[in-house]
């Protein structure tokens, strides 16, 4: 069965420095990868997805996210946050012959100085 | 174009009462899922609806049923709730196969 595992609990960041969200992932075959943002009292926004192709995906918002395989990461980028990027992030991975099930990694939170 | 809704938006049960979560999707998906959050455990799938006519269990089942009523809507029913099943709930539907989920608002629960 796949797992994700997101290491950082909590991140905090000030305004306008680079942020990257770690996410690892174990599946035996080619994963289908996903970061999703939960802001507060807020349902789930996919932030981008990788499927095959090109390892360095860009999403909404100005973030990205680099796949790669050998070290079976799927870290989310960005180069400078904002205030509004202050939520909780997850990162998902989906396998398998059913479909879309998809399991989640515990979260990440990121607070955002001024 | 509503996306995916969910009723009610916040519910207090007590232990014993039964009730059922509401959710509705106007984008002609064919999969839709329940999941649970909770406090350091991201979401954890509790059914899924991968098509019109089927359901199945997720990692968490127990103490819940499911109803794909038709395309469009997906319930999911507590018989007897019990203290543990406190959580917010949220439902998502997406395209069949492996396919991004659209999430919704979410149903705060909480089980005295």
């Known amino acids: 069965a796949q797992s994700v595992t997101q290491p950082d609990i909590h991140i905090t960041v000030s305004e306008g420095a680079s942020l990257e969200l770690r996410c690892n992932y174990s599946?035996?075959?080619?994963?289908?990868l996903f970061w999703y943002v939960q802001s507060p009292g807020q349902g789930l926004q996919l932030l981008l997805k990788?499927?095959?192709?090109?390892?360095l995906v860009q999403g909404i918002k100005g973030f990205e996210a680099e796949f790669k395989r050998s070290q079976s990461s799927f870290n989310l980028r960005k180069p400078s946050v904002h205030w509004s990027d202050a939520a909780e992030y997850f990162c998902?991975?989906?396998?398998?012959?059913?479909?879309?099930?998809?399991?989640f990694g515990e979260g990440t939170q990121l607070t955002v100085n001024p | 174009n509503a996306g995916v809704t969910q009723t009610p938006k916040f519910q207090v049960l007590k232990t014993g009462q039964s009730m059922t979560l509401q959710c509705a999707q106007d984008?002609?998906?064919?999969?839709m899922y329940w999941y649970r959050q909770d406090p350091g455990m991201g979401l954890r799938l509790i059914y899924y609806?991968?098509?019109?006519?089927?359901?199945d269990k997720g990692e968490v089942p127990n103490g819940y049923n499911v109803s794909r009523l038709n395309k469009r809507e997906f319930s999911l029913r507590l018989e007897s709730a019990a203290p543990s099943q406190t959580s917010v709930y949220f439902c998502?539907?997406?395209?069949?196969?492996?396919?991004?989920?659209?999430f919704g608002p979410g149903t705060r629960l909480t089980v005295l």
């Open positions: 990788y499927f095959s192709g090109d390892t």
């Open positions: 609806s991968a098509s019109e006519g089927t359901t």
């Open positions: 998902a991975v989906g396998a398998g012959t059913s479909g879309s099930r998809l399991t």
């Open positions: 998502a539907s997406s395209r069949q196969g492996i396919a991004e989920q659209f």
């Open positions: 984008m002609n998906h064919n999969s």
């Open positions: 599946y035996g075959a080619t994963p289908y």
